[in-house]
DNA sequence: CCTGTAAGAGAAAACCTTTTCCCAATTAAG
DNA sequence: CTTAATTGGGAAAAGGTTTTCTCTTACAGG
């Protein structure tokens, strides 16, 4: 009878390996294949050679405990489901795995304790940096990171206005939506939102209103509820069943809500986007994809915005000083068919 | 004009700093704070205040060279929207970040060269297991990680036969379902499901035609499409405007479905659960609990496949044998209002 | 008083790589 | 032929920790 077949993990070859069999020290296996010192080329070939055919890989860790970088970086976030900071994680990760950096994922949902947890290992393990993210911009994580021995960047949330961060220009996105309702032709334009705590909501609601007075608009206070599709459908009925004149147009502060609205329309036997025009934020392509007509939305270009973030955070490991201060960076609009076509054409 | 504020970063206080300030060897400071060698208790004790003192934490990287252990693994992963990945993700990050042991997320999209490049790295920065997972069962990443040098589990999906893998029991999960409409009175129960080139789809469809001939229902053929709403409503049309007999219940592949389903019927002004009773697949609660009534439906149970998964890496590491093949984690059936209460009773 | 043992603490090697400095040998210049 | 410069390559330290081995001192037993 054959015994258990005990997985056994070969030794991984090091640069002695590699020096020994070439027959050269470490020193010049070293220089070798780093392109560095001086030696003839046939040495230096026959060492890569070598190296090659061994497979051989250098061990990060003994680099890094050298140099002092470990060519990884940390990513905090509270976002357990992961709407908003997969998509920046994505973006990070992209920018960032071509410098060969690795990312830690740590989910701290909202215990300070396992935020703690989290940034004591990583910083054991000697990160580079940290990005620190959450899935609503006016709260941050339960854990304190301005005291840290590696740069902190934020990225769709904000803390103390001395810290780096990377936002979603909410202001330009909630524009952008109101003004090509404008560009449209739609005349009365309403505006479903979230709730007044979360800080996106008075901000959107200032830029919607400002739009609407540059084109001499009538401004509608702003209807404000949860971020749910319920609450779309509950505002449809304020909006439609009063005696005041109907909204031929609804902006609405993120996708479910737009989907409320859209679904709740439809029941009234009201056309969208013939009778009334909708857009949405998030562009979360789920939904947006799934209301019919499928949504136009905002979109916050989260992954462009994990770009940066990671660009930033490893020029500021590099040793370069980054102004502190909060970058937005600019919203798109993704057109589908919820807002439609210019009314005269 | 003040100079430009340059962020310094302090040394990290290393053991020869504790030993230094305590008076003793590095050699005596490890042991005593590693609760090793002889020395009396007060010398044990002085040495551990001053390294309180002095905030001292060990650098992981100087550890892991030494141990051959990096306290860190992999997970892999081509989901990158993380509707199935994420809660994995939560579960094995839950059952190793109180072992010290952090995780690095890589999405690898659909691309080989980037899993390359990821698992490249990972190997490099010697994780000490990686963890394989997708978004679909039956597909496996774009990277062959079957001869590595470390121990490698798939979570939900599954590779060859001699791997390690979790998977969630899609038949039990069907059964679970299907089950609750007898018990629930129902007699004509359909099922609408996704394409047929996914595994799960026959799996869950064999589960759902024996449990029916198990209780002496009539079967009628599944309905295959795609994954979305939109199929969930045409679905709806087929099932609902042929002659045939109409279903009192229906069983769907995913939550997307059922969500299609659902809506479909209120708008052919049949009552859910009163005419028919809906479960979904999957349990993403933010389409179960959006859904009119809330939904009813399987839920895979991810955060524990991802804390199975977790574990056993972990003790593959510590040097344990597993046996390979494929280990099959119950699912759970969320009951929200779709599905409906006893007919009779 | 002498020897054997145990306690307390340090020296040094090991993990793996990079880099600085140094040495020997060859070549060029005078 | 001597001196200086250059070339090819190695020795060793550094990075921070753990662990084994060794050394010194004190103490108990005879």
Redesign the pocket.
Known sequence: MASEPIPVFP?????????ALA?????????A??D?????????ERIRETARGLG????S???S????RSFTVGLLTNDTYGRFSLPLMSGISDALVDNGVSVFLCNVEEDPRLGQLHVEAMLDKRVDGIIATGKRIDRHLPIDLSNLRVPVIYAFTQPDPDAIAFVADDDGGARLAVEHFCKLGRKRIAHVSGPASFAVVPARARAYRDVLTEHGLPVTEPLLGSWSEAWGHEAVAQLFDGGNERPDAVFCGNDQIARGVIDALRERGLSVPGDVGVIGFDNWEIVAEATRPPLTSVDMNLAALGREAGLTLLSLVGGTSAAPGIRKLPCRLVVRQSCGHPLDG
Do not use: H, I
């Open positions: 030794k991984p070859v090091t640069l002695r390996d590699v020096a027959g050269v020290s470490v020193a010049t296996a070293s220089k294949l780093n560095q010192g001086r030696m003839t080329a046939e040495t230096r051989f890989r250098p061990n860790l003994a680099q405990l050298l140099r002092r």
